[in-house]
Nanobody
Framework: QVQLVESGGGLVQAGGSLRLSCVAS????????MAWFRQAPGKERELVARISSISSTYYADSVKGRFTISRDNAKNTVYLQMNDLKPEDTAVYYC???????????????WGQGTQVTVSS
């Protein structure tokens, strides 16, 4: 079994910063792409940022220049540094990872339980 556990969410004023963390644990052979998604009330879940196993990154246009995704492969952890937060960044943020549980298994997508980020104006 594999688990993803997020932390670091909270309430912050506009212009402030937060750092989200997501740790993958359990039966892990390799971790490929890791990503952060978010879902605001009444909206669909959207990709925020993604990082490959060799640290190639992608950002949604709405967060470019403000958010930074990074990873620590030794700790199976992905981070999301969020600066200059805006009220429209308010959402539940979910961690996502593409993980192989053994050398011979197929990769599978896992999700965390989500962490709330609220930005007040």
């Amino acid at each position: 079994q594999v688990q993803l556990v997020e932390s670091g969410g909270g309430l912050v004023q506009a212009g402030g910063s937060l750092r989200l963390s997501c740790v993958a644990s359990g039966s892990i052979f390799s971790v490929n792409t890791m990503a952060w998604f978010r879902q605001a009330p009444g909206k669909e879940r959207e990709l925020v940022a993604r990082i490959s196993s060799i640290s190639s990154t992608y950002y949604a246009d709405s967060v470019k220049g403000r958010f930074t995704i990074s990873r620590d492969n030794a700790k199976n952890t992905v981070y999301l540094q969020m600066n200059d937060l805006k009220p429209e960044d308010t959402a539940v943020y979910y961690c996502n990872a593409d993980i192989k549980s053994s050398r011979f298994s197929s990769p599978k997508i896992y999700w965390g339980q989500g962490t709330q980020v609220t930005v007040s104006s």
